[in-house]
């Protein structure tokens, strides 16, 4: 009901879409990425999860672009336009695709929580390396109404950590 109230009286953007978590943990400013790339959104805006478990299901519906050699890292084009980047860790490329496995590939379409890649949390930690996994709006000027949503424990496929 309140739901309804809201779009009536404008509470509620029409159209607006949502990012939701690929993983599981707690959302951050990308603004405490230990990263200046992306603290620094260079790459564009976004938000940040530190991954409590080592699952990357799909935010939003849309279709693989990219699944970088070394698994580390994928792109999506979501179906509202939003071009996305999710990337397991800082300088996990370094680790060349040990402890990443891909379930999607370029041009798959998926839907939001549909499994994409898993990783070894433990053994990444293990290896010394920062398992913090921002996600990114490449295309951010083509949002400018874009909110990042942080500080709180996210569900991945559930909780809203962009709305475009």
Do not use: W
């Not at 999860?49 to 939003?60: E, F, H, K, T, Y």
């Amino acid at each position: 009901m309140f739901g309804s109230l809201k779009k009536l009286f404008g509470g509620e953007e029409k159209g607006r879409k949502a990012i939701t978590s690929p993983v599981n943990g707690r959302a951050i400013p990308m603004s405490q990425v230990a990263d200046p790339t992306f603290s620094q959104e260079i790459l564009g805006k976004g938000t940040a999860v530190v991954p409590a478990d080592g699952r990357v299901v799909a935010p939003a519906d849309g279709v693989v672009t990219m699944v970088f050699e070394t698994k580390h890292a994928l792109s999506l084009k979501t179906d509202s336009g939003a071009e996305l980047i999710i990337h397991i860790g800082l300088d996990t490329v370094q680790l060349k695709g040990q402890y990443f496995k891909a379930y999607v590939e370029e041009g798959k379409k998926v839907k939001r929580g549909d499994l994409l890649m898993e990783f070894e949390l433990d053994k990444i930690k293990e290896e010394g390396y920062d398992v913090t996994t921002p996600v990114i709006v490449c295309n951010t000027p083509e949002f400018p109404g874009m909110e990042c949503i942080s500080g709180m424990d996210a569900v991945a496929g559930e909780t809203e950590i962009i709305k475009l």
